[in-house]
């Protein structure tokens, strides 16, 4: 069993830069783990932000946060981050990490941290 508990999050201006940090216990991670940033925006369904593999680092990100958003980790600490810069409204939203311990499907989710970029 993993735990996952966000942090970081906050109300910024546009154009600011934020950094989400992602503590995980519990659990083995294994070469086919990923670790994921998702997000989800008042009415609209959660997305996809960012993902990177525990083991090799490649790392793969949607197109609306590509070149402003950078995912990394500290695997001895078990933290996940997303740095965020160059925020924009439709930023807003709350940000979940999530572990996919197998490459079968993200199967643990953290309790969200809100994320409010104000213009």
């Known amino acids: 069993q993993v735990q996952l508990v966000e942090s970081g999050g906050g109300l910024v201006q546009v154009g600011d830069s934020l950094r989400l940090s992602c503590a995980a216990s519990?659990?083995?991670?294994?070469?086919?783990?990923?670790m994921g940033w998702f997000r989800q925006a008042p009415g609209k369904e959660r997305e996809f932000v960012a993902r990177?593999?525990?083991?090799?680092?490649?790392?793969s990100y949607a197109d609306s946060v590509k070149g402003r958003f950078t995912i990394s980790k500290d695997n001895a600490k078990k933290m996940l981050y997303l740095q965020m810069n160059s925020l924009k409204p439709e930023d807003t939203a709350v940000y979940y990490c999530?572990?996919?311990?197998?490459?079968?499907?993200?199967?643990?989710w953290g309790q969200g941290t809100q994320v409010t970029v104000s213009s």
């Open positions: 519990g659990g083995t991670f294994s070469p086919f783990t990923m």
């Open positions: 999530a572990v996919n311990p197998r490459s079968t499907g993200y199967e643990y």
């Open positions: 990177i593999r525990w083991i090799y680092d490649t790392t």
